[in-house]
Each structure stands twice: as C-alpha cells, then as structure tokens.
C-alpha cells in the first residue's frame, strides 16, 4: 500500500478500510456480524475498535475472548500497524453508533438519539424513530413526538440507537 501524506487522522479512511478487509472474514468464520471497524484517537492513542455481534443479539466475555486472538494476529500483518496504539475487539453495546449505510438500514423504526450541532456551539439532542435513510442526499427521518425530522449526517455530532 503506497503510503499518503498526512498524519494519522488522515489516513483513518484508509486504515479502517484494510483492517475492516482482514477482519471481516475471521468475524464471518466465527458466526458473527462485523457492525463497524473504527480508528480514533482518544487523548494520546490511536484506537482501532473492531466491534461485532451475534445475528440474533449479545456476545459475552467468552466469545470476545475466543474472536481477540485471531483478530489480534490479523491486526498484525497490517501495512498500517504502526499507526495503531491499541486494539479493543468487543460489542458495540446497546447504544452503537450509526455511521455507515448498513446501520441505518438495519435499524429502521428503531429509537435512535441524534446530537445535533446547535447553534454557539451547543448540542442539541433529538430523539424518535427511525423512519427513513436517503444515501443519495446523505440524511435520514425521525419521527418525533411533534412529526417527522429530516436530518443530514454531517450535521449530526452522534447518532445512537436509544434503547
């Protein structure tokens, strides 16, 4: 892989894109789903988070602990490993994140919370259900307790499943 200027945020895109492409097979072998592969950095260290489930909810301590050892070796014969501080392999828990297609897809008429960027700077916390996913114009609808929301992710600090 042919390396890009930039530091690490730079290159997020790009290290998630491989180590989703090495992990995604080993997740699929066990009989989990892969929800996302996220690279962040969080105070000094770079975190590459590979978080999955179980098709029909929940994984336990257990199962992380027999998965983290083959994802761990993956992580490994990354081109990217260097810019990786640490590796957390677990769930997304009960309130993940929505940040790809997939997730919005998957978790329609579900109670979602969206941290709106407000005006001076504050969040804005809006909640209701999923009702709607548009990729072309990157948004998706709430419906609200006062009717439907149209929101964009870019303008969306957090978007979470709300159970």
Known sequence: MAKQKGGKKNRAEEV???????????????????????????????????????????????ECEQITEPINEAVDALSCLELIDVVEVGSPGLDRALRKPEHFERLMGQPITAAVKGENGQTDYIEGELAGYDADSNSFTLTTESGGRELKISDCRRINLDL
Not at 45 to 54: A, M, N, R
């Open 16 to 62: 998630e894109r491989e180590a989703l492409e090495k992990v995604a097979p080993i997740i699929e072998r066990y009989g989990y789903e892969l929800w996302d592969v996220i690279f962040e950095k969080d105070g000094a260290l770079w975190y590459l988070k590979v978080l999955f489930d179980k098709p029909d909810g929940g994984i336990d301590d257990e």
